[in-house]
């Protein structure tokens, strides 16, 4: 079956960086689009980014460009977003999710707080 | 990238039907038929319940539809169950290739 698992979620001082990792199993990772969603404290969903299934196209959300960077390891069926200086309003639950225009199956998530 | 807009809350007794409804742009809603709908318990994974506008997965009961009129989108429960209680959010594909959510409602069975 399907399996989304998040990893690298912490604290973290603002300015500072972290990596989140999301491992997938159970499916081709390498025929699949796949995504990053947060939803901070109290909050909506908000979508991050989005990368193409070979790794070639990748799109973010206007709060994060130039911060974070979404990448993959087809040969490790793994999903990293790489997230540099990391301020208050990035605090949220971090979920990765397959997809190329909905997103059928979600991880559980990874809480990154951002505190001084 | 303004989120789509979604009413706060809705709510409903069991058996009844409800419509949440999902307004966007020509730039996203209305530009493509991409949108989803999910429905999120707190603590729980999102579940997506349509695509592609009116398309259910397999595993999603057809007391759950959608539909889209110009540039808002809907999203029909019937036979409202407890169970239904939750978080309800839309997204669409967008004109520059991105994605964006709803801000979301939340259902209250009565």
């Known amino acids: 079956q399907v399996q989304l698992e998040e990893s690298g979620g912490g604290v973290v001082q603002p300015g500072r960086s972290l990596r989140l990792s999301c491992t997938a199993s159970?499916?081709?990772?390498?025929?699949?689009?796949m995504h990053w969603v947060r939803q901070a404290p109290g909050k909506g969903l908000e979508w991050v980014a989005i990368?193409?299934?070979?790794?070639?196209?990748?799109y973010y959300t206007n709060s994060v460009k130039g911060r974070f960077t979404v990448s993959r390891d087809n040969s490790k069926n793994t999903l990293y977003l790489q997230m540099n200086s990391l301020r208050a309003d990035d605090t949220a639950v971090y979920y990765c999710?397959?997809?190329?225009?909905?997103?059928?199956?979600w991880g559980q998530g990874t809480l990154v707080t951002v505190s001084s | 990238q303004s989120a789509l807009t979604q009413p706060a809350s809705v709510s409903g007794s069991p058996g009844q039907s409800i419509t949440i409804s999902c307004t966007g742009t020509?730039?996203?809603?209305?530009?493509?038929?991409?949108v989803s709908w999910y429905q999120h318990h707190p603590g729980k994974a999102p579940k997506v319940l349509i695509y592609?506008?009116?398309y259910r997965p397999s595993g999603v009961s057809n007391r759950f539809s959608g539909s889209k009129s110009g540039n808002t989108a809907s999203l029909t429960i019937s036979g409202l169950q407890a169970e239904d209680e939750a978080d309800y959010y839309c997204?669409?594909?967008?004109?520059?290739?991105?994605?964006?959510f709803g801000g979301g409602t939340k259902l209250t069975v009565l």
């Open positions: 999710a397959r997809g190329m225009y909905s997103f059928d199956y």
């Open positions: 159970g499916f081709t990772f390498s025929s699949y689009g």
């Open positions: 990368i193409w299934y070979d790794g070639f196209n990748k």
């Open positions: 020509s730039s996203d809603v209305g530009g493509y038929n991409y």
């Open positions: 592609d506008v009116s």
């Open positions: 997204s669409s594909y967008t004109s520059i290739s991105t994605r964006v």
